[in-house]
């Protein structure tokens, strides 16, 4: 699959010390988010809340990109099992 570049903001909103959470998925779903920290220079790393998961960073023009396929990717097995759930659901009448 390739990969699709999302801005989630520019490099100057991430703090130096502290973290800039990115929301993942809808907003009714309340999954973990993406926690951007900055270290030396420009440098951006972002991490699912709780460290469990690395996600590709690209940086470009001062905006910080992720990975549109690795943000809706499920982040764990619960995550994957309420997918599929909803996914397979009847619809709404």
């Given at each position: 699959m390739m990969e699709q570049w999302k801005?989630?903001?520019?490099?100057?909103?991430?703090?130096?010390?502290?973290?800039?959470?990115?929301?993942?998925?809808?907003?009714?779903?309340?999954?973990?988010?993406?926690?951007?920290?900055?270290?030396?220079?420009?440098q951006v790393l972002a991490l699912l809340e709780g460290g469990a998961k690395r996600y590709a960073v690209k940086l470009e023009d001062g905006q910080v990109l992720l990975?549109?396929?690795?943000l809706r990717a499920p982040a764990s097995r619960a995550e994957a099992a309420l997918a599929g759930a909803l996914s397979l659901a009847p619809p709404a009448v």
């Open positions: 801005p989630v903001c520019r490099i100057k909103d991430v703090p130096r010390q502290g973290v800039r959470r990115v929301q993942r998925g809808l907003a009714w779903q309340e999954l973990p988010g993406v926690e951007l920290s900055r270290g030396e220079g420009d990975d549109l396929n690795e």
